[in-house]
């Protein structure tokens, strides 16, 4: 593949945005940023420095973060997934985070034919001009026992109710923000995973991908 392909996604909580950008990105080799791993990355930063959580930390930090410091398990808690949302909306901090996406966007490492992010601002602010831009959603039940059983493969002890209320709180946070809301985007394709298996889902964005691919 001759092409520099860059996607961009943007999506609500729980959507499948996470598992796509994944199964997209190993299928045609693209470089893969969860960038909302990065504000649970902070928000995490901030729960356990409370005392010391600033700016100067967080610009520290990210200085040296690397994607594999990403997939920890302890981000995936719905404590920091609440403080990722709060910290999303502060300016400075998402100043920080922007040349971070930018350089994995638009830089990524010579071995990978191209970058995909997804996020709640990717197709809106960070990849304007990507090669291809989905909006990716389901309604909120789905998304709820989605996460709801996410959470209790990992032992969290937490009920279907409490993470639908979280969920509701950090869609109201997400689309609702001054700086840089969750929107779609007119040139977004929209992708409903509602009634969407995993594999049915990829085959639907790899059909709209390969086509424009072949042109």
């Known amino acids: 593949m001759n092409k520099f392909i860059q996607v961009a996604i943007d999506s609500p909580a729980a959507a499948g945005a996470g598992t796509q950008a994944k199964l997209i990105a190993k299928h045609y080799n693209l470089l893969y940023l969860d960038t909302g791993k990065i504000y649970r990355y902070i928000g995490n ?44 909306k502060d300016k400075k901090i998402r100043k920080i985070v922007y040349n971070f996406q930018i350089d994995c966007a638009y830089s990524p490492p010579r071995k990978f034919n191209g970058s995909i992010l997804d996020g709640r601002d990717i197709t809106s602010v960070i990849m304007k001009n990507a090669t291809f831009k989905f909006f990716i959603t389901a309604n909120i039940e789905t998304r709820s026992l989605r996460r709801y059983k996410e959470l209790r493969a990992l032992n969290k002890k937490i009920t279907y109710k409490d993470v639908l209320k979280s969920i509701k709180i950090r869609d109201k946070n997400d689309y609702n923000r001054k700086i840089s809301p969750l929107k779609k985007t007119r040139d977004s394709i929209l992708i409903n995973t509602t009634n969407l298996s995993k594999r049915s889902c990829f085959l639907k964005i790899k059909k709209i991908m390969d086509k424009k691919l072949k042109n």
């Open 45 to 88: 930063l901030k729960i356990q420095n409370k005392k010391k959580f600033n700016y100067t930390l967080i610009k520290k930090k990210i200085s040296k973060l690397k994607i594999n410091n990403l997939q920890k398990k302890n981000l995936l808690s719905d404590k920091v997934a609440t403080e990722a949302s709060i910290v999303a």
